[in-house]
């Protein structure tokens, strides 16, 4: 596994996840303490490296059951006629810049996600054209995440709408590859992965990249 996070907070992870699955299927009420006190082992291994208290983390885990797996974020990577990039300003994460997105909702294909992302944040209406990659967000050198994430990233184009900002936006701009701005939010999208996107806008044929 090449990957940028310390071994203790992989180690913690698998803890949490191998704590959540056992609680999903077990009917033994000793296995269910077991398991309860390795999920709380897991979040005082978090709560020990991070500024987050332990309860917080530990309510985080709980709020988790079923099958461990990976959650999904969803971005759409918009571009104009003029070859430039739609960003949006995230009133969190000091007001960073980041490509529409966010977690995927239930009973939407990664497609519609990434379009009611777009619309939700920036006011335009999108058309998905192409699914542009698939990366783990801890092999791609996001800063650390409390769970395991893919992150979907869709070439789309304006189909209609105007700008707008919604709940969580603060700002809509068009940016060309040269110009992005510094200020990414880099929890959301990395540099490289926004460049790569204008890759995939020029040539549609290029495969979906995925690690």
């Not at 208290?53 to 988790?64: D, M, N, T, Y």
């Not at 300003?89 to 519609?112: H, I, Y």
């Not at 092999?139 to 709408?161: D, I, M, N, T, Y």
Request: charged residues 25%.
């Amino acid at each position: 596994m090449s990957t940028n996070e310390p071994d203790w907070l992989i180690w913690a992870r698998e803890l949490q996840a191998i704590a959540q699955s056992g609680l999903a299927f077990t009917r033994d009420p000793y296995d269910r303490a077991r398991y309860e006190a390795l999920s709380g082992l897991a979040a005082r291994m978090f709560a020990a490296r991070s500024d987050a208290p332990v309860e917080r983390i530990a309510a985080l885990f709980a709020g988790e059951s079923g099958y461990a797996t990976p959650k999904i974020d969803v971005r759409a990577a918009v571009f104009d006629d003029r070859e430039r990039l739609l960003l949006v300003r995230e009133t969190a994460d000091g007001g960073r810049w980041t490509l529409p997105g966010g977690w995927a909702d239930v009973n939407l294909t990664a497609a519609e996600n990434a379009a009611k992302e777009a619309a939700e944040e920036s006011g335009y209406v999108v058309k998905a054209l192409k699914l542009a990659a698939l990366w783990d967000r801890t092999r791609q050198g996001h800063p650390v995440g409390l769970f395991s994430c893919f992150k979907l990233f869709f070439v789309c184009e304006p189909a209609g709408g105007q700008a707008a900002t919604g709940l969580e936006t603060s700002g809509i701009g068009w940016f060309g590859e040269d110009d992005l701005p510094e200020d990414l939010s880099l929890a959301r999208v990395l540099p490289k992965q926004a460049r790569r996107m204008f890759a995939h806008w020029r040539d549609p044929a290029l495969p979906t990249d995925f690690d």
